[in-house]
Nanobody, 124 residues
Framework: QVQLVESGGGLVQAGGSLRLACVASGGTFSSYNMGWFRQAPGKERDFIAVIITSGGKTVYADSVKGRFTISRDNAQNTVYLQMNSLKPEDTAVYYC?????????????????WGQGTQVTVSS
């Protein structure tokens, strides 16, 4: 059983930055690919980014490419999401999740463990 706890959300003005962190416990963090998703009110949960076990490869949604950066520290069991040039449409609850290597990382159903989410609100 893996527990994930996100932090770092908050209220920021458009153009600002936030850094989210997700700390894992109860499992072998380095064996999981790690993803970030977000869900706005009344909308589906959308893929944002994924990072493979070693941190050597990352994939981003087109909507955040060039603005967001995913990284991980396996020694600290933590995955990060650096968010720059934030826009009001980035407002959502952000979730981190684990996905076993080899499973389709774009699909919500591929992910096995989820955090509780952290709210990000971007004002215009």
């Amino acid at each position: 059983q893996v527990q994930l706890v996100e932090s770092g959300g908050g209220l920021v003005q458009a153009g600002g930055s936030l850094r989210l962190a997700c700390v894992a416990s109860g499992g072998t963090f380095s064996s999981y690919n790690m993803g970030w998703f977000r869900q706005a009110p009344g909308k589906e949960r959308d893929f944002i980014a994924v990072i493979i076990t070693s941190g050597g490869k990352t994939v981003y949604a087109d909507s955040v490419k060039g603005r967001f950066t995913i990284s991980r520290d396996n020694a600290q069991n933590t995955v990060y999401l650096q968010m720059n040039s934030l826009k009001p449409e980035d407002t959502a609850v952000y979730y981190c999740a684990t996905v076993p290597p080899g499973r389709p990382f774009l699909r919500v159903s591929s992910y096995t463990y989820w955090g509780q989410g952290t709210q990000v609100t971007v004002s215009s």
